[in-house]
C-alpha cells in the first residue's frame, strides 16, 4: 500500500494568527468572475514570517545566509519527529534524553499542535526552545529543526537568543507547522520555502510520508 503524503503546513486565510507587532495577513480577491471579470485574481500582504515558514539565518544575524541561499538538502529527506511532553520550554536536559545526530532533520511535536493552533488569539504561553537546548542543538550539529508554532524561540523569554544560537550556528529553522495527526518516528519531508531574493524567511509548505 501506498503510503500518503501528509501536509503539516496551516492554511493561510485572511486576518490569521500572526506574531504580535508583524504586518497582518491581507487576502483579496480583487478581480472576480462573478463580477463579470475574465479571471479571477487574489492579492496577497503578509509577513514573510506568517504561518508555516522558514527562518534564514538574515532574520537575526546582520551578515547571515538568506533565503534563496538555502540548500536544498536541508529541507528535502529523512527527518525525525519527537514529541515533548512540557508546559513551558524544551531544555537541553529533554534533548539529552533523545538520540540527535550530526546533518539530522529534527521535528519537535508538543502541545502546541493541538492547543495553541485551535485558539482564536495569539498564545503568548506555547512551548518554545530554550536557550541551553537551542546551544545543545548547534553542539549536536542538527542541520534543520521544525518547531509546531511561529517561533523556535518564546514570546517574553529566550526569543532573541533562541534565534541568535541556531541562527548564528548556520542552521534552518522551519516554524508554523502543524504536527496534530503525526506520530513520533522517521519521515520524508519536503519542505519549499518561496524563493524570495535577499529575504530573511519566507512562507512554505510541508509534507510527511
Known sequence: MKRPWKDVSVPLRDGMIHWPGDPECHIKRVNRMEDGA????????????????????????????????????????????????????????????????PGQRVLF???NSTFSWGLKEFDKHFVSIRQ??????????????????????????????????????????IEGLNLADIKPGYYELICLPLKIEGADGAPCRVVLR
Open 132 to 173: 541551553d537546548a537551542a546551544q545543545y542543538l548547534v553542539e549536536q550539529k542538527v542541520m534543520t529543526v521544525g518547531v509546531d508554532y511561529l517561533s523556535i524561540g518564546g514570546y517574553e523569554k529566550d526569543g532573541v537568543e533562541t534565534h541568535q544560537i541556531m541562527l548564528g550556528a548556520g542552521m534552518w529553522v
Open 38 to 101: 475574465v479571471c479571477n485574481l487574489t492579492h496577497l500582504s503578509l509577513s514573510a514570517h506568517t504561518g508555516t515558514h522558514m527562518d534564514a539565518p538574515r532574520h537575526f544575524v546582520a551578515d547571515g545566509k538568506t533565503m534563496e541561499q538555502m540548500p536544498l538538502e536541508a529541507v528535502i529527506g529523512r527527518c525525525r519527529v519527537f514529541e515533548f511532553d512540557c508546559e513551558d520550554q524544551i531544555t537541553a536536559d529533554d534533548l539529552k534524553k533523545i538520540k540527535l545526530m
Open 109 to 111: 511535536k508538543t502541545r
